[in-house]
Protein backbone atom coordinates (compact mmCIF):
# COMPACT_ATOMS: atom_id res chain seq x y z
CA UNK A 1 0.00 0.00 0.00
CA UNK A 2 1.39 3.43 -0.99
CA UNK A 3 1.87 6.28 1.70
CA UNK A 4 0.71 9.51 0.78
CA UNK A 5 2.15 12.88 2.02
CA UNK A 6 0.21 16.24 1.30
CA UNK A 7 1.76 19.59 1.54
CA UNK A 8 1.64 23.23 0.36
CA UNK A 9 -1.25 24.12 1.91
CA UNK A 10 -1.20 27.40 4.02
CA UNK A 11 -3.06 30.88 4.49
CA UNK A 12 -4.03 32.65 1.51
CA UNK A 13 -6.21 36.00 0.48
CA UNK A 14 -9.36 35.15 -1.33
CA UNK A 15 -8.43 35.34 -5.58
CA UNK A 16 -5.03 34.08 -4.58
CA UNK A 17 -3.60 30.65 -5.91
CA UNK A 18 -2.28 27.51 -3.75
CA UNK A 19 -0.35 24.45 -5.44
CA UNK A 20 -0.84 21.27 -3.27
CA UNK A 21 1.07 18.38 -3.63
CA UNK A 22 1.42 14.52 -2.24
CA UNK A 23 4.42 12.45 -2.18
CA UNK A 24 4.11 8.85 -2.87
CA UNK A 25 6.53 6.35 -1.31
CA UNK A 26 6.72 2.65 -0.78
CA UNK A 27 5.09 1.69 -3.84
CA UNK A 28 4.98 3.07 -7.54
CA UNK A 29 1.49 5.72 -7.87
CA UNK A 30 1.18 4.36 -11.78
CA UNK A 31 -0.32 1.30 -10.41
CA UNK A 32 -2.85 3.89 -8.57
CA UNK A 33 -5.87 6.01 -9.24
CA UNK A 34 -5.14 9.31 -7.49
CA UNK A 35 -7.80 11.86 -6.30
CA UNK A 36 -7.86 15.23 -3.78
CA UNK A 37 -11.15 15.73 -1.29
CA UNK A 38 -11.50 18.10 1.38
CA UNK A 39 -13.05 18.59 4.36
CA UNK A 40 -14.23 21.65 5.95
CA UNK A 41 -15.17 22.16 9.75
CA UNK A 42 -18.40 20.64 11.07
CA UNK A 43 -18.78 19.50 7.18
CA UNK A 44 -19.14 15.90 5.96
CA UNK A 45 -15.92 14.95 3.54
CA UNK A 46 -16.02 15.84 -0.05
CA UNK A 47 -14.49 14.80 -3.59
CA UNK A 48 -12.47 17.55 -5.26
CA UNK A 49 -10.91 15.92 -8.30
CA UNK A 50 -9.45 12.48 -9.55
CA UNK A 51 -7.08 11.28 -12.07
CA UNK A 52 -6.69 8.00 -13.91
CA UNK A 53 -3.06 6.04 -13.52
CA UNK A 54 -1.75 7.53 -16.87
CA UNK A 55 -2.64 10.58 -16.28
CA UNK A 56 -5.07 10.58 -19.64
CA UNK A 57 -8.85 11.28 -17.77
CA UNK A 58 -9.30 13.66 -14.92
CA UNK A 59 -12.57 14.73 -13.55
CA UNK A 60 -13.26 18.17 -10.88
CA UNK A 61 -15.81 18.58 -9.08
CA UNK A 62 -18.21 21.08 -10.01
CA UNK A 63 -17.40 23.46 -7.33
CA UNK A 64 -13.94 23.57 -8.56
CA UNK A 65 -14.25 22.68 -11.89
CA UNK A 66 -12.33 25.78 -14.32
CA UNK A 67 -10.19 26.83 -10.93
CA UNK A 68 -8.25 23.58 -9.71
CA UNK A 69 -6.76 21.28 -11.99
CA UNK A 70 -5.04 17.84 -10.56
CA UNK A 71 -2.49 16.66 -12.50
CA UNK A 72 0.27 13.58 -11.86
CA UNK A 73 3.91 12.91 -12.42
CA UNK A 74 4.17 9.22 -12.22
CA UNK A 75 7.88 9.36 -13.12
CA UNK A 76 8.48 11.78 -9.42
CA UNK A 77 5.83 9.61 -7.73
CA UNK A 78 3.84 12.75 -6.96
CA UNK A 79 0.19 14.21 -7.66
CA UNK A 80 -0.71 17.94 -7.85
CA UNK A 81 -3.70 20.17 -6.94
CA UNK A 82 -3.55 23.61 -8.67
CA UNK A 83 -5.56 26.02 -6.98
CA UNK A 84 -6.38 28.97 -8.45
CA UNK A 85 -9.17 31.82 -8.00
CA UNK A 86 -9.57 30.32 -4.36
CA UNK A 87 -12.60 31.52 -2.71
CA UNK A 88 -13.41 31.09 1.52
CA UNK A 89 -15.48 28.22 1.14
CA UNK A 90 -12.12 26.36 -0.32
CA UNK A 91 -11.07 26.31 3.47
CA UNK A 92 -10.71 22.35 4.36
CA UNK A 93 -8.42 19.62 4.86
CA UNK A 94 -7.48 18.47 2.07
CA UNK A 95 -6.30 15.24 1.50
CA UNK A 96 -4.84 13.05 -0.74
CA UNK A 97 -6.07 9.55 -1.89
CA UNK A 98 -4.60 6.47 -3.82
CA UNK A 99 -6.67 3.85 -5.09
CA UNK A 100 -5.99 0.43 -7.04
CA UNK A 101 -9.88 -0.54 -8.15
CA UNK A 102 -10.97 -0.06 -11.87
CA UNK A 103 -13.14 3.14 -11.12
CA UNK A 104 -11.60 6.62 -10.19
CA UNK A 105 -13.88 9.09 -9.48
CA UNK A 106 -15.87 10.92 -6.54
CA UNK A 107 -16.62 7.88 -4.36
CA UNK A 108 -14.27 7.67 -1.43
CA UNK A 109 -14.57 3.47 -0.74
CA UNK A 110 -12.57 3.51 -4.08
CA UNK A 111 -9.90 4.73 -2.34
CA UNK A 112 -7.58 2.91 0.19
CA UNK A 113 -4.61 5.03 0.81
CA UNK A 114 -4.78 8.21 2.45
CA UNK A 115 -2.99 10.75 3.51
CA UNK A 116 -2.76 12.86 6.69
CA UNK A 117 -3.91 16.27 5.12
CA UNK A 118 -2.79 19.84 4.77
CA UNK A 119 -4.54 22.39 6.05
CA UNK A 120 -6.08 25.31 3.24
CA UNK A 121 -7.58 28.71 4.92
CA UNK A 122 -8.62 31.38 2.31
CA UNK A 123 -9.50 34.89 4.21
CA UNK A 124 -12.01 36.66 2.79
Known amino acids: QVQLVESGGGLVQAGGSLRLSCAAS????????MAWFRQAPGKEGEFVAA????????THAVPVEGRFTISRDNAENMVYLQMNHLLPEDTAIYYC?????????????????WGHGTQVTVAA
Open 51 to 58: ITRRGIGA
Open 26 to 33: GDTISMYN
Open 97 to 113: AGGTTLIAGPNPQNYDS
